[in-house]
């Protein structure tokens, strides 16, 4: 079967342009020292600067409060961002935000901390109750009704791209599962990159982030093209997830290349900067692909594996509580999904396992699959990856569980290159349960 990414294949009905929206980009070494200019250029007078407790007192936050201080702007810290969010968290983010009253945000950190400060922006700023803006079907997918206060975002792993993206994602605890809001009106208006935040960064979640842009590179090189999407009534309507088109596949082949390249040294040795940066680099890149592109399967089955987690405790994250790492969470799913879509378009999955540094050559279309499942399964062993879902606690028993977990994710299975039912997914749960 011939690859489904013609886009010059236009069908009738079907879309026929895509979009491009990137947040602005500082990237390199000591940018987080620009904070203080860039927060004035924005108007900022008043910024609330969010982070978590363990960060609060390193130096990415010292470096971007010296810098706002030195440029006369009044600060407020919020300290008490959650990893992996809760509708709860974010509704006390808010809280502060609303008593606060800045005109401005910084957040610097992961994704978490990055998705909280774009939450309670929201939710301060056009306050509704909590799930008008959660996507469908979950929430009632309400469009965000105007502009919000400024952002920079300041990330401080080389995973999550949010620095990028307008998408924010929570645990909902009413019903166990990841859920998200997505609007264009949620990307951070300026991303301040350093990759010098990453030095000091523990392997474990070297290699969790590194993973999560692999993940979100692959998955949007190999979504629906955008083509085959209904063209929306309106612009404005095109959503986000618009499925792989020409913009997003520059970055995600890049960003592949990257992390084939740097991973394993990268997480190897923290002293290895020249890969720690290129990693940061490619997480940027996979940001401003996948944020015009969207995920699908792995990042939806993601969902049920981190939200459904048991008693799982990964080294190099806090110990308090049990917790499938976002980027664990969607790899251990990832060999098991591309072995099953990559008939839908071959040409995509090889070419996304040359680019991570398979050797391709021989491989035909019937070997894609195969290939690209075993280069990522070659690079989890490389890097201490648990060995599937099994590897993080799960069982046969558990997968009609994570299945439900995953259906409501109908926004990223809409997304994949070929139609996704409840038999596939419990096809591909048990083909994620070990790989070696
Ligand atoms: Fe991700």
Request: glycine residues 10%.
């Amino acid at each position: 079967m011939a690859c489904c990414h013609q886009y010059y294949d236009q069908t009738d009905g079907g879309e026929t342009a895509f979009s491009v929206d990137v947040s602005s980009i500082a990237f390199g070494p000591g940018v987080l020292a620009e904070a203080g200019a860039r927060a004035r250029d924005l108007g900022i007078r008043r910024i609330a600067l969010f982070t978590d407790r363990r960060l609060a007192a390193l130096e990415p936050v010292t470096v971007a409060r010296r810098s706002l201080a030195a440029a006369g702007i009044d600060v407020v810290v919020y300290d008490e961002c959650r990893v992996e969010p809760t509708d709860e968290s974010f509704r006390h983010a808010t809280r502060f935000a609303v008593e606060a009253r800045p005109d401005g945000y910084i957040s610097v950190g992961g994704g978490s901390v990055m998705d909280t400060a774009k939450a309670a922006n929201l939710y301060a700023t056009y306050p509704a109750d909590f799930l008008a803006y959660v996507n469908a079907p979950v929430g009632e997918g309400r469009a965000v009704p105007g502009p919000l206060k400024p952002h920079i975002a300041c990330p401080t792993t080389c995973g999550t791209g949010s620095e990028c993206t307008g998408i924010a994602v929570f645990d909902l605890l009413a019903l166990q599962a990841k859920t998200g809001i997505a609007s264009r009106r949620l990307r951070p208006s300026l991303a301040l990159i350093d990759p010098m935040t990453t030095h000091t960064l523990p392997a474990n979640v070297v290699a969790c982030s590194a993973f999560d842009v692999l993940a979100h590179a692959l998955e949007s090189y190999t979504a629906m093209p955008y083509t085959r999407r209904q063209r929306p009534a309106h612009p404005n309507q095109r959503p986000m997830s618009q499925g792989a088109n020409p913009w997003s596949d520059v970055g995600c082949r890049e960003a592949l290349r990257l992390v084939g390249r740097y991973m394993v040294r990268g997480v190897a040795d923290a002293n290895d900067r020249e890969a720690r940066e290129q990693l940061m680099w490619a997480a940027t890149l996979a940001g401003t692909a996948f944020g015009n592109s969207g995920v699908h399967v792995p990042h939806g089955m993601g969902y049920a594996v981190a939200g459904l987690v048991k008693d799982y405790q990964p080294a190099g994250y806090p110990a308090e509580e049990p917790i499938v790492p976002h980027g664990m969470s969607v790899i251990v799913n990832a060999p098991a999904v591309f072995r099953a879509t990559a008939h839908a378009c071959p040409d995509r999955h090889l070419d996304g396992a040359g680019c991570l540094g398979a050797d391709i050559r021989g491989a035909g279309e019937a070997d894609a699959g195969e290939v690209l499942g075993a280069r990522i399964v070659e690079l989890m062993k490389a890097t201490g990856i648990p060995n599937g879902i099994g590897g993080v606690g799960y069982g046969t028993g558990d997968i009609p569980a994570l299945i439900e977990g995953t259906w409501p994710q109908q926004r990223l299975l809409k997304n994949a290159p070929m139609e996704i039912g409840r038999d596939h997914l419990h096809a591909m749960f048990e083909g994620a349960l070990r790989y070696w």
